[in-house]
């Protein structure tokens, strides 16, 4: 997973600009992009994609824990949608391209006997 440290040093490298400079950069265009979303609900960059605040309405869920009914209330989501360039380079990637996938797995309860000990 590529993170946003890692993000300075590919762009630092390609910009030929300082990591520090490239943060301080990076940072003020996130927090651009975020008060944009707040301000008017979405924002268009093309060639990458849009960004747009939508509702989620209540709903009853089930707590998978104990079972219980809860109620969420409605709230605010961030919803990315690709353009067609991203689009594009990313249905150009193989099918068997090495994604490191994160697999969840059910623990299973395992009942194991203690042995007393002889003493």
Not at 13 to 39: F, G, H, M, W, Y
Not at 86 to 109: C, G, N
């Amino acid at each position: 997973m590529t993170k946003k440290v890692d993000l300075i040093q590919i762009i630092a490298e390609r910009a030929n600009v300082t990591q520090p400079k490239t943060r301080e950069i990076l940072q003020s265009t996130l927090d651009a992009i975020v008060d944009t979303i707040i301000l008017e609900g979405r924002i268009e960059l093309r060639g990458f994609g849009v960004f747009e605040v939508r509702t989620r309405n209540a709903r009853q869920a089930r707590n998978p824990h104990t079972n219980e009914q809860i109620f969420l209330p409605a709230k605010n989501i961030v919803v990315f949608t690709p353009g067609k360039e991203v689009e594009l380079r990313v249905s150009a990637i193989p099918k068997e391209f090495p994604f490191k996938k994160k697999t969840y797995k059910k623990k299973e309860e395992q009942y194991v006997e203690k042995k007393e000990d002889p003493i």
